[in-house]
């Protein structure tokens, strides 16, 4: 079993839509929890960066952690075309980070 | 500020020889780690290094190595290569000096052996 489990999707939805994007992990000995967001051709970008279990809001983007369950989410509000990419989760274990499969996301117009 | 560099961006290399990657951290910032980024795998940690030395090491054959400099610059070498190491090989960084520092990714090298 991998440590952290993520649907590659694709994932295609229509422009304005809600997106949500989950992750489990295995490991409840991890504490920080990020999403990352990667276009093509270019290096993954730190989008959220969480430690706690519940919410945190950064414009139309909210992640979600829910430590009992071992599930994080990432929620993007009124979705657009250039939000179109790869979403990677990642989990701090000790000084690595452990990273999910990565769900490629595609908004239409 | 200048965020991380990596060079070459591309390389083309046949089987059996050897490569060397080079990745520039944020000024300041200490702790330089390695990925592996492949469509079967996902992104895989190679080694991460801070103020020079070796911190933590990742389930990749020795054949894989690397280095930091008083800088805090790293390079990363791959000897005897095969057609499996074509990837993308990432380099992050983060200021190192605490667990819950987030890590900052360069654009990577797309290393292809033909």
């Known amino acids: 079993q991998k440590e952290v489990e993520q649907d590659p999707g694709p994932l295609s939805v229509p422009e304005g839509a809600i997106v949500s994007l989950n992750c489990t992990y295995s490991?409840?000995?991890?504490?920080?929890f990020m999403w990352y967001r990667q276009y093509s051709r270019k290096g993954p970008e730190l989008l959220m960066y969480?430690?706690?279990?519940g919410n945190k809001e950064d414009g139309r983007f909210t992640a979600q952690v829910d430590k009992s369950s071992k599930y994080i989410s990432l929620f993007i509000r009124d979705s657009q075309p250039s939000d179109s990419a790869t979403y990677l989760c990642?989990?701090?274990?000790?000084?690595?980070?452990?990273f999910g499969q990565g769900t490629r996301l595609t908004i239409n117009p | 500020k200048a965020g991380v560099t990596q060079t070459p961006r591309y390389l083309i290399k046949t089987r059996g020889q050897q490569v060397t990657l080079s990745c520039s951290p944020i000024?300041?910032?200490?702790?330089v780690s390695w990925y592996q980024q492949t469509p079967g795998q996902g992104l895989q940690f190679l080694f991460e290094y801070f103020s020079e030395t070796q911190r933590n090491k990742g389930n990749f054959p020795g054949r894989f190595s690397g280095r930091q400099f008083s800088n805090s610059r790293s390079e990363m070498n791959v000897s005897t290569l095969e057609l499996g190491d074509s990837a993308l090989y990432l380099c992050a960084s983060s200021l190192g000096d605490r667990v819950d520092q987030p890590q900052h990714f360069g654009d990577g090298t797309r290393l292809s052996i033909l």
């Open positions: 000024s300041g910032h200490r702790s």
């Open positions: 969480t430690y706690s279990s």
């Open positions: 490991n409840s000995a991890f504490q920080y």
């Open positions: 990642a989990i701090q274990g000790a000084q690595k980070l452990v």
